[in-house]
T-cell receptor
Framework: DGGITQSPKYLFRKEGQNVTLSCEQN?????MYWYRQDPGQGLRLIYY???????QKGDIAEGYSVSREKKESFPLTVTSAQKNPTAFYLC????????????????FGDGTRLSIL | EDKVVQSPLSLVVHEGDTVTLNCSYE??????LLWYKQEKKAPTFLFML????IEKKSGRLSSILDKKELFSILNITATQTGDSAIYLC?????????????FGQGTELSVKP
């Protein structure tokens, strides 16, 4: 089945530790996105990537880093510089620039819930 | 600054009621407006609206966009307990911005038996 897989579902981070959240898609989508969701709030964009080896900062990129070495994969690292990392992290993808119509909905993975130990 | 505002933030109804969720936006380069339903985990796509006045319908759910007044509504008729979820409204910026979505805060709907 085609879809977006995020792992792990739950993650705990110690003070001063970097952690990496995985996002893999087999939808052949060019564009991928990372969002953060806090209780009672909508989704806020962290980073996005339209093509391999290229990515841009979203609205709340500080304390996070990403890479896009493969089309299928867009891992997010939460660094120790992110002082309030406890949140629900969602990865999404969409057809992107290579599609016949770039205006396509984003599809989401099931999310990773990150907490501080 | 681009923003999307949803109202109400939360709503409690009984099965069989009809509900209307609101979404207003201020976005410089509007491309489309999307509705998602979120139950615990991944938001699932409901509708994408690009043209004013054209209703999109799927079963008991329907949605319409007004690009002059900059808002959209999502209607759910004959609500069921399975409709309980957070409903997210998002606006897509112009494609030059990578198809970014700007999300509202969400409306938490609770349908009681």
């Amino acid at each position: 089945d085609g879809g977006i897989t995020q792992s792990p579902k739950y993650l705990f981070r110690k003070e001063g530790q970097n952690v990496t959240l995985s996002c893999e898609q087999n939808l052949n989508h060019d564009a991928m996105y990372w969002y953060r969701q806090d209780p009672g709030q909508g989704l806020r964009l962290i980073y996005y990537s339209q093509i391999v080896n290229d990515f841009q900062k979203g609205d709340i990129a500080e304390g996070y880093s990403v890479s896009r070495e493969k089309k299928e994969s867009f891992p997010l690292t939460v660094t120790s510089a992110q002082k309030n990392p406890t949140a629900f992290y969602l990865c999404a993808s969409s057809i992107g620039p290579s599609g016949t119509d770039g205006n396509q909905p984003q599809h989401f993975g099931d999310g990773t819930r990150l907490s501080i130990l | 600054e681009d923003k999307v505002v949803q109202s109400p933030l939360s709503l409690v109804v009984h099965e069989g009621d009809t509900v209307t969720l609101n979404c207003s936006y201020e976005v410089t380069n509007f491309r489309s407006l999307l509705w998602y339903k979120q139950e615990k985990k991944a938001p699932t796509f409901l509708f994408m609206l690009t043209s004013s006045g054209i209703e999109k319908k799927s079963g008991r759910l329907s949605s319409i966009l007004d690009k002059k007044e900059l808002f959209s509504i999502l209607n759910i008729t004959a609500t069921q307990t399975g409709d309980s979820a957070i409903y997210l409204c998002a606006v897509s910026d112009s494609y030059n911005q990578g198809g970014k979505l700007i999300f509202g805060q969400g409306t938490e709907l609770s349908v009681k038996p």
